[in-house]
């Protein structure tokens, strides 16, 4: 599934703290079946000055879905206490947020009935 465009109303859901948290974070979105995308940075101009917080990427959702966009954060964010898990694909550790491996995309959850 492919990110969907933003839209010019559409709101900040949240700041990632950085690309990789916020392209994963757009899938967990979609997941849900909330239509969330990313804007361009747009890596222009600024030769050799990029801000401290470049890495730090909003996820932008519409503004109907951003109570649920929100929950779904929110879950998110709960998870941040467990252990990190070491995918069963890829041998990858991944951070306890992750539902699913960052590197190859293999789900935490081996018996996670899918359907
Ligand atoms: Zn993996």
């Known amino acids: 599934m ?24 757009v899938g967990l979105l979609q997941q849900h079946g909330i239509g969330a995308g990313l804007r361009s940075q747009g890596l222009m101009g600024g030769i ?43 041998g990858e550790v991944n951070d306890p947020r992750f539902d699913f491996c960052w590197q190859c995309g293999q789900a935490k959850d081996d018996n996670n009935a899918t359907g």
């Open 2 to 25: 492919q990110a969907g465009q933003v839209k010019s109303d559409w709101v900040r859901a949240y700041s990632a703290a950085n690309p990789m948290e916020a392209e994963l974070l």
């Open 48 to 90: 050799g000055e990029l801000p401290l917080d470049a890495l730090h990427t909003p996820v932008w959702v519409a503004p109907r879905d951003l109570e649920p966009a929100r929950e779904v954060l929110k879950a998110y964010e709960a998870k941040n206490d467990g252990p990190d898990w070491t995918c069963s694909e890829c």
